[in-house]
């Protein structure tokens, strides 16, 4: 174990070992200095440990300085082993060394005023299956398992490894938590959009801000439409994204807190899995390390947003409103241009061109009743109308344009856009049919 009982103090001699060493000491210089200082309380066997009380010796070895039990083990001895076991295969050593201190440091520091006590792992009282970096103990009898994590791995073992962390905490009742070291962050350059690895997704968060973006995401889909909404917040184009299949799905944020433990910084990254490695990014939330390791109002977890995420919502909706008015404004000044175009066509006389040497040929319907019986021209155009009956159809409607009035070429025109779908979400139609939908619409 890395700490021990000396009188009244607790010591910690990986943290002492860490601070030496960042201030430019060498291997030498810092066995010395702790030598000096404590090794003849570890000859009068002063050092206890503060699971069992039992004395323990220290043991100054260069990447793992520690105090060891020399009579019965107790849970700790077992926790630590498995605990160092741990962070040698998954951890970059150094890394979390270095930022594991700071870390607890700015924890005691925000969380001792609510009379939580932050306690290494392996100093848990009962033997665990998997320990973490420090567990916060509550008055209320609440527990937390704290991780800082830095082993960046992409394959299914760490996932599955993860996976099996994130459970043995639970079924020990711990609430996890872990803090992600900053090297994780990975933005898609020209997207607002993450990748992850398969572990990273699986420390994901549900929060109650996370909840109101949620909501607000979903009512800006129900608003503007999934397909807008992805191309102006994501840059995003429906039709080229495949693994949703329901424009009905709802979007469900999380977040993924990430830390730079030398800067003092963390970065809350808020964002909607799109697959198990991509997420679209809602927003990131830059915040000084204190504040991440400061409890809620609520004491449910910890403050992982920013001051101003309401008015980063009212200016997300404020800009998306504007560019969606503006759009259907340029719509609708398309459809005005294309009415009056057509009525000014229709205002020139045209002979009548015969049609009675076509032969019907759509379910038993004749083309011949179009221009006496108009009103049952939109029931046949359909997304599986043969091409070659759409193609008649233009030939006599183009012949007899004329004749039909106003609200009739604007049911063929709207049901020909129908048919093809939006621009950027187009529905799957043959080339051809595409291609006479395109003409009957703009008739």
């Not at 090794?39 to 520690?66: A, E, M, T, W, Y």
């Not at 290494?120 to 009962?126: A, D, L, P």
């Not at 915040?287 to 101003?308: C, M, N, P």
């Not at 779908?421 to 395109?438: D, F, H, Q, T, V």
């Amino acid at each position: 174990m890395e700490t021990a009982i000396l009188f009244d103090q607790e010591i910690d001699i990986a943290k002492e070992w860490s601070a030496e060493a960042s201030a430019g000491s060498s291997k030498s210089t810092i066995i010395q200095k702790l030598e000096e200082k404590y090794r003849i309380h570890s000859r009068k066997r002063n050092f206890s440990c503060q699971c069992c009380s039992q004395q323990v010796v220290l043991v100054l070895r260069d990447g793992s300085p520690h105090f060891r039990h020399e009579g019965e083990r107790c849970p700790s001895a077992d926790n630590y082993e498995k605990y160092i076991r741990r962070v040698n295969k998954h951890e970059s050593n150094k890394t979390h060394q270095v930022g594991r201190a700071i870390l607890r440091t700015y924890l005691e520091g925000q969380v001792k005023t609510h009379g939580v006590l932050v306690q290494e792992g392996y100093m848990y009282r009962s033997t665990l299956h998997i320990v973490p970096d420090f567990i916060l103990l509550f008055p209320s009898g609440e527990k937390w398992a704290i991780d800082y994590v830095t082993g960046a791995r992409e394959d299914e073992s760490y996932n599955n490894y993860i996976l099996k962390r994130t459970a043995a905490y639970q079924a020990a009742g711990f609430k996890p938590f872990y803090f992600i070291d900053a090297s994780w962050i990975a933005e898609i350059p020209n997207r607002s959009m993450i990748s992850l690895y398969l572990a990273e997704s699986q420390m994901k968060v549900h929060s109650s801000i996370d909840q109101d973006w949620s909501d607000f995401i979903n009512e800006f889909m129900e608003t503007f439409g999934e397909s807008f909404v992805l191309r102006e917040l994501f840059s995003v184009y429906r039709n080229n994204f495949s693994n949703r299949t329901s424009s009905s799905q709802k979007y469900e944020v999380f977040s993924l807190a990430y830390i730079d433990p030398n800067e003092r910084k963390a970065w809350i990254q808020r964002f909607t899995p799109s697959s198990a490695k991509f997420g679209f990014r809602i927003h990131c939330a830059a915040i000084s390390l204190e504040k991440a390791v400061s409890l809620s109002k609520k004491r449910d977890g910890f403050q992982w947003w920013a001051d101003d995420e309401a008015e980063v919502m009212r200016g997300c909706l404020e800009r998306l409103s504007i560019k969606y008015e503006h759009e259907q404004t340029q719509l609708a000044k398309q459809r005005n241009e294309l009415d009056q175009e057509d009525h000014h066509m229709s205002s020139q006389p045209k002979p009548m061109v015969a049609a009675t040497s076509v032969t019907p040929t759509y379910e038993a319907k004749s083309t011949l009743g179009f221009v006496a019986d108009p009103s049952s021209l939109t029931d046949m155009i359909t997304n599986d109308m043969p091409v070659a009956v759409a193609q008649e159809m233009i030939e006599i409607l183009s012949a007899n344009k004329a004749r039909l009035s106003k609200q009739t070429l604007e049911e063929i025109r709207h049901k020909a856009r129908l048919v093809m779908g939006p621009i950027r979400n187009p529905n799957p139609i043959s080339s051809g049919l595409r291609k006479a939908m395109i003409e009957l619409a703009l008739l």
